[in-house]
């Protein structure tokens, strides 16, 4: 059987394909039959690299890491995390009691001044990632874009909210403020 037969007078014209008769039957076979494709046989065309099928369990466990919950809560802890240590910090470096009167505090009050700033922090920054990142999901869920823009109005959103209990004009310098943080970090990181 011939197959792809060019005309004479184009030189860029594919060549003849020979089959032979198995060849031929396997080959209507394939395309012909009811029997399920194996994956195997599916092409894709790559760009970087190799292309690889993701198979329904790493489909469901994206999926759950792509979720809105698992971003807030892990936002959540993460920024939990991260203000225990800045509260840590925090509490080491800045000492409550001041004056030159001032008696010398024991161990105790220490420790309990350092748990106090620790926890203040912590929850501080637990509550601004989660009101960011769910915020920030929201936002690119309604749009169905991710882009700069989501972060960009997120942070405004939440710097806003944030300011906003201290009146109207620490609202709008919050939002801003933290528009142009949120804007810049997600600048940074989709340049690397």
């Known amino acids: 059987m011939f197959f792809n037969t060019p005309p004479r007078d184009d030189p860029n014209a594919p060549k003849k ?4 008769a198995e060849e031929f039957k396997t ?9 399920p494709k194996l994956r195997q046989g599916v092409v894709i ?6 292309v690889v099928i993701k198979t329904r369990e790493e489909k469901m466990i994206e999926a759950i890491f792509e979720s809105c919950a698992f971003k807030c809560a892990m936002s959540c802890v993460l920024g939990y995390a991260f203000g225990g240590v800045i ?17 010398q505090q ?7 001044d350092m748990r106090t700033t620790t926890m203040s922090h912590a929850k501080n920054f637990a509550i601004v990632g989660a009101m960011f990142a769910s915020t ?21 959103i939440t710097g806003g909210l944030i300011g906003l ?8 310098i919050g939002a801003a403020g933290f528009a142009a943080f949120s804007s810049a ?8």
């Open 17 to 20: 394909v020979t089959l032979s």
């Open 27 to 35: 080959a209507m076979l394939r395309l012909i039959s009811s029997e």
């Open 45 to 50: 065309p790559r760009t970087y690299g190799s």
């Open 87 to 103: 509260g840590l910090f925090s509490a080491s470096v800045n000492p409550t009691i001041t004056g030159a009167d001032a008696k």
């Open 106 to 112: 024991t161990a105790r009050e220490v420790f309990r």
């Open 136 to 156: 920030e999901c929201v936002i690119e869920s309604y749009r169905g874009k991710s882009d700069w823009k989501n972060g960009t109005s997120a942070g405004a």
């Open 165 to 172: 209990r201290a009146g109207i004009k620490a609202g709008l």
């Open 185 to 192: 970090i997600d600048y940074y990181m989709r340049q690397r």
